[in-house]
Structures are given as structure tokens and as C-alpha cells.
């Protein structure tokens, strides 16, 4: 009789996994024991575990089930053959069982963990057609221990299938695995919600149909040459829109990496995060700190601004102030005759009236601006406010001629007309300040009969696209190197724009630069009852 | 001999004030609008200074001081600048241009003496 050395550790860790020491009778080893009693003629037929020092009957016929120690037994000795084994002998066993016929069991990774056998009280020989058939029986109870591994097995395998499931559908990401040919195996529960879309929808298509048209290309060439080829620690990590199922576009951050599932087989799995929420805070923080840069910017221009109206006030100042100190000084010094006299005095009381109007323009701006103001409401007739403040500049000028192109028959309108000939004036000052080569200085004016529309175009130095707005501001006087000799004091223009707006209108300006200027200025004919 | 000064400004009443001021101290003044009108009196006959305001329409004071240092004929002429601009470091502008003085508006007829007399004084010696 051959024996094998038994690998006893390892036979005994196959027997544990297959949780039948101690386990209850069970119909499939039933069928085969009664079988083995009923062909074989004996009295009684086991199915026995060995474990490490107990016999374990399994299924057990025409015997008392019960727990058998297994140093010295027939069952010990017939596991540690692949044989049948068979004995008979004068002496009853532990079992009272004078002949013994049984061969051991190997469950599928080959330890023999158990015997099939028969028994008899009585002697008896076996004979070889006894032995094979006990061979065939076994065969078929090797089976059953199979498949009892086979369900282990398939318990452990749903046991990790869940558990990963559970995993996959409890992770805030989007997972998502990629099969060979580059399409959606699998999608967890939250890329299910990321992408507004049944898993049925997204299961065997790609990651780039579900992205923005302009990422999809890239996305493409990357799962390619990844399922091509995927490094160990390939890992790739991108920025990308995504379209959801209803149509919504949202940003997502993409990780992306791979492994050989077999030789020749890969799989990618994809790592998804929404980012809507980054990105917006991002897009906030930008927002404002932009503000912040915009506040900055305004302040330090109006500073820049106010003291550059400091030093053109200054500068104003003191020109008039050059003209009465100097012909004081000279009444005060010298003899003049009554003539000469008289023409200081003169220059004298026009430049304190200089002063006079600039200190009054001022005040003026500073009362509009903090609505200290009121308007003295009467009927204007802005044709002749245009037609008058023509006439005195006018008269002042020989290099600039006004012409006018008037509506005829222009409603007279509600207004301040003191107020409304200052805008006129300033609007006309600045048209020939600011065509220092003189020319024509065109003044219209029409109506829609809601409104009544001035407008004033010089063709002088003109003013850039990016000064048309700011030029209305307090102290925003455009400078340009054309301009530096021009004087003023940068408060016509705010004037103009608080008169006309506290009339409800508005003022605005046309400008190319080296052609000239348009200022227009439209107030309502009725004043509004607000 | 009486001493010929130009004089450009473009404001009236302080060509009308100089010019009076020139006449009262015994200078003859030619009084013009701008650095234009400047260069031309100067090409007609060479004075023996320039008083020029700063920010005039055409041509300012610091470019006509420019233009004359760059003529022979008047590179010895005295310039003397003076503007109603109070920003700070008037000084280095001028002097960068090659002006011989500076004065701010307004100016008094003593401050206006003395400033012509010294540098007609040296614009003769130099």
C-alpha cells in the first residue's frame, strides 16, 4: 500500500474553508452514503472529515452518528492513501465493525480531507469490483466537497463585489472604468447624479461624448494612448467641461489612471469631480479682487485728478492775480495819465471778475453736486439761448465762426434759462478753446417733440474714444501733449453734465481725434414730475 | 542804448501789464501771443532778451527756448521763463531747456527790475 506524505497544514486550512467539520447531515453526501450501503451490501456507509484529532461523520448510514477520535483508525489510515484501503479483521473497531473498505476524498486543490467508506460487524472480504465501485462513489462525493468549495468561493466573490460596489457607490467622485476599447464599463451612483443621465445611457459609450466639444479631442488621444500602454503610475490629471444630461454645462477635474487587468487586456478608471463649486469661488475671488483693483484705480485717478485741479486752479489764480498785483503796483509807483489809469483800473475790476467767475464755478459744481442747488423753473427758449451766446463769442472772435442750423419751430422747454445759457456757454468756450487753429463752430438744434437736442461740433484737436466718457468728470480735463497750453480749470464740463442732468437730461460727446468734437445735450420739453 | 526785450504771453492783460512794466522801467518791449510769433519777432531783429511765459497755445516757452539755443545768432540771448504753474521742480525744467531765469506770477516790478538788469548785465559781458 503506497503512502504519501499528507501536507498536514495545508489539508487542514482546505478543510476549514470548507465549513464542514461539525456541520450538520446534508441530503447531497445522504444520497451518496445510502447509495455506497444499498450497492455494497453492508450494513453501514460514512462520509468522514478528518480534522487534526476527531473524525467527523458527515453522513452517516446504519450507524449511530457520533464523534469518533482518529489516531489509529481505519479512517486515518485509508486518508493517508489515494488508494481504496480495505480491512478485516477478527478484532471489532471502535465502531464494532470487524471489515472496513474506504477511500479517501481530496477536495478540488488536491488534500484529501475526508473518507468514503463501508462497514461491517461481520467479516467479510472485499473484492476488487467492491473497491471500484467505492472509487466511483468517491468519485462522485469529491464532487460535492467541490462544489462546496465553489460556493465558498463564489460567497467570498460576492462578498467582494458588494463590498467594492459599496465602496464605488459611497465615494463622492464619479468613478468610472474604461475597457479596452475605451468604453464606459462601469459608473458608480455619483456619476450617475454628476451627469444627470441613467447609468444605462452612459455604460458602453466614452468619457468624451459626455464633454465639451472643444476637450473632447484631447481626451480621446489621452484614454488611447493610456489603454495603449498604461505606465504603472500613469496618472493623468486634467481640467475639462462636462455636459450633463440635460444639456448643462459644468467644470470637472479628470484623474485618470490604468493597469493590465491580463496579459493583453487594460482597463482605465477615472476619478470625476464636479469643481462648480471651486470654480465659482474662484470666480468670486477674482471678481473681487478685480473690484478691489477697479476701487484702487478710481481712487488714485481721482487723487491724481484732484491734485492736478489744485495746481490748474493755482496756475488760473495766479494769472489773474499777475494782472491786478502788477497794474496795482504800478498806480501805486508811478504817475500815469488819467488815460492809462483808467485801462489799469479796467484790467484791474476784468480780472477780479475773473476771479470772481472761477471762485462762483466752483461753488456752483460743489452746491449741484451736494444738491444744495435749485433750478428756477421758467419757460427757455433754447434757440435763443444758443442765438444769444453765439452772438457774444462772437463778438470776441475773429478766428472762429458760429454758425447756426436752428429747428424753427423748437418748443420752448421748462427750464433754468440762466442755467441753460451757462451749459450753452461752456459747451461754445471749450468748441473754440479747443480749435486753436479756429474754423467754423456748428450749433444745432432739433426736436422729437419730447425732447429738445443742442449740439456744438468744432473742428479742432478732438478728443480719444477713451476720454469721451471721463471728460464729464470733475477734474478730468484730457491732457495731451496738444493741449498743455490750453488753460482751464476742468470744472465746464462737470457743470455741464449736473445742469443738464438736474433738467433729466442728458450730455454726451462725439470725438475723432484731429477732426473735432460734437457735445450734445438733450432735456426733456416737460419737466418730469419725479 | 535802449535795450529790446520780447516778450510772449498768451494772455492779454499780462502782455498789456508787461508791456507797461518794460515801458516804465526804459526797456523797449515787443510784445507777441506765442512761441510762433516769438521766433518770428526774434528772425526780424535779434533782441537783447526773451521773456517767455510757459504754457502758451502753438509754441510753449520751454520748446522756443529750444529752438533759439539751437540758432548761433541767438544762442547769447538771455531767456527768461515765467509761468503761474506752482508744481514743484519748475527749476530743473528750465534750466533743462537752457533758460537763464526763472520768475513765478505774479511778478512785482522790483523782483522784474532786478532779474532784467543782471542778466541783460551778463548777457553783454558773456
Not at chain 1, 466511483?136 to 458588494?162: C, I, K, M, N, P
Not at chain 1, 457607490?169 to 475605451?182: C, R
Not at chain 2, 512794466?21 to 510769433?37: A, I, M, N, S
Amino acid at each position: 500500500m503506497s503512502r504519501v506524505p499528507i501536507d498536514e497544514a495545508g489539508r487542514l486550512e482546505s478543510l476549514n474553508r470548507l465549513e464542514l467539520l461539525g456541520s450538520a447531515p446534508e441530503e447531497r453526501f445522504d444520497r451518496i452514503t445510502r447509495l455506497a450501503r444499498r450497492l455494497m451490501g453492508t450494513p453501514a456507509a460514512v462520509m468522514a472529515l478528518v480534522g487534526v484529532d476527531r473524525v467527523w461523520l458527515k453522513s452517516v448510514q446504519g450507524l449511530a452518528p457520533r464523534d469518533v477520535l482518529r489516531p489509529g483508525t481505519h479512517f486515518e489510515r485509508a486518508l493517508g492513501t489515494r488508494r481504496p484501503y480495505a480491512h478485516s479483521g477478527s478484532e471489532p473497531d471502535e465502531l464494532g465493525m470487524r471489515s472496513f473498505a474506504g477511500k479517501s476524498l481530496a477536495e478540488p486543490a488536491g488534500h484529501r480531507v475526508g473518507v468514503l467508506a463501508v462497514m461491517d460487524p461481520q467479516l467479510r472480504e472485499f473484492g476488487e469490483d467492491d473497491l471500484e465501485l467505492l472509487v466511483d462513489l468517491a468519485a462522485v462525493a469529491e464532487r460535492e466537497l467541490g462544489r462546496s468549495a465553489f460556493d465558498q468561493l463564489l460567497d467570498e466573490y460576492r462578498g467582494h463585489a458588494t463590498w467594492a460596489q459599496s465602496v464605488m457607490d459611497n465615494v463622492a467622485e464619479a468613478l468610472v472604468t474604461i475597457d479596452q476599447d475605451g468604453r464606459i464599463r462601469s459608473i458608480n451612483r455619483a456619476g450617475v447624479r454628476m451627469f444627470r443621465r441613467p447609468a444605462g445611457e452612459l455604460v458602453g459609450q466614452t468619457v468624451p461624448q459626455f464633454l465639451a466639444p472643444e476637450d473632447q479631442g484631447e481626451m480621446d488621444r489621452i484614454v488611447r494612448t493610456h489603454l495603449a500602454a498604461p505606465a504603472e503610475s500613469f496618472s493623468v490629471h486634467r481640467e475639462v467641461a462636462a455636459i450633463g444630461g440635460d444639456g448643462t454645462r459644468f467644470p470637472v477635474e479628470i484623474d485618470l489612471g490604468g493597469t493590465w487587468i491580463t496579459e493583453d487586456e487594460t482597463m482605465l478608471v477615472a476619478v470625476i469631480r464636479d469643481i462648480t463649486e471651486r470654480k465659482n469661488a474662484e470666480a468670486r475671488l477674482v471678481d473681487a479682487l478685480e473690484k478691489q483693483q477697479r476701487a484702487i484705480e478710481d481712487l488714485d485717478r481721482i487723487s491724481k485728478a484732484k491734485s492736478y485741479f489744485v495746481s490748474l486752479v493755482g496756475h488760473e489764480f495766479r494769472t489773474a492775480l499777475t494782472g491786478i498785483q502788477g497794474f496795482s503796483e504800478l498806480l501805486a509807483e508811478q504817475d500815469f495819465s488819467d488815460a492809462e489809469v483808467k485801462e489799469f483800473a479796467r484790467e484791474i475790476h476784468n480780472e477780479g471778475k475773473r476771479l470772481t467767475r472761477m471762485i462762483s464755478e466752483m461753488l456752483d459744481l460743489e452746491r449741484m453736486e451736494s444738491g444744495r442747488m435749485q433750478l428756477n423753473y421758467g419757460s427757455v427758449d433754447l434757440n435763443r439761448v444758443v442765438a444769444e451766446v453765439a452772438d457774444r463769442f462772437q463778438a470776441a472772435t475773429q478766428s472762429h465762426w458760429m454758425l447756426l442750423e436752428l429747428e424753427p419751430e423748437l418748443p420752448a422747454i421748462e427750464g433754468d434759462a440762466d442755467k441753460l445759457t451757462q451749459v450753452v456757454s461752456n459747451l461754445l468756450s471749450n468748441a473754440i478753446k479747443y480749435s486753436p487753429n479756429g474754423g467754423d463752430v456748428l450749433m444745432k438744434s432739433i426736436t422729437d417733440g419730447a425732447e429738445v437736442t443742442v449740439s456744438i461740433t468744432d473742428h479742432g484737436l478732438g478728443l480719444p474714444a477713451e476720454a469721451l466718457d471721463t471728460v464729464f468728470e470733475r477734474y478730468a480735463r484730457h491732457e495731451s501733449k496738444d493741449r498743455e497750453s490750453i488753460t482751464g480749470t476742468g470744472l465746464g464740463l462737470p457743470l455741464v453734465r449736473q445742469i443738464v442732468e438736474m433738467h433729466g437730461g442728458r450730455v454726451w460727446a462725439e470725438s475723432v481725434v484731429g477732426k473735432g468734437s460734437t457735445f450734445t445735450f438733450a432735456v426733456p420739453i416737460h419737466r418730469s414730475s419725479a | 542804448m535802449t535795450a529790446t526785450i520780447v516778450v510772449a504771453d498768451d494772455d492779454a492783460t499780462i502782455r498789456h501789464l508787461m508791456s507797461v512794466f518794460l515801458k516804465t522801467l526804459g526797456y523797449r518791449g515787443v510784445v507777441v501771443e506765442d512761441g510762433v510769433q516769438a521766433l518770428a519777432a526774434v528772425a526780424e531783429e535779434i533782441p537783447d532778451l526773451v521773456i517767455s511765459d510757459v504754457h502758451m497755445p502753438n509754441l510753449g516757452g520751454l520748446e522756443l527756448t529750444r529752438r533759439l539755443r539751437e540758432d548761433p545768432r541767438l544762442a547769447r540771448v538771455p531767456i527768461l521763463l515765467f509761468s503761474a504753474s506752482v508744481s514743484q521742480g519748475e527749476e530743473t525744467v528750465w534750466q533743462g531747456a537752457g533758460a537763464d531765469g526763472f520768475i513765478a506770477k505774479p511778478p512785482t516790478l522790483s523782483v522784474l527790475r532786478e532779474k532784467l538788469v543782471r542778466m541783460l548785465a551778463d548777457g553783454r559781458s558773456g
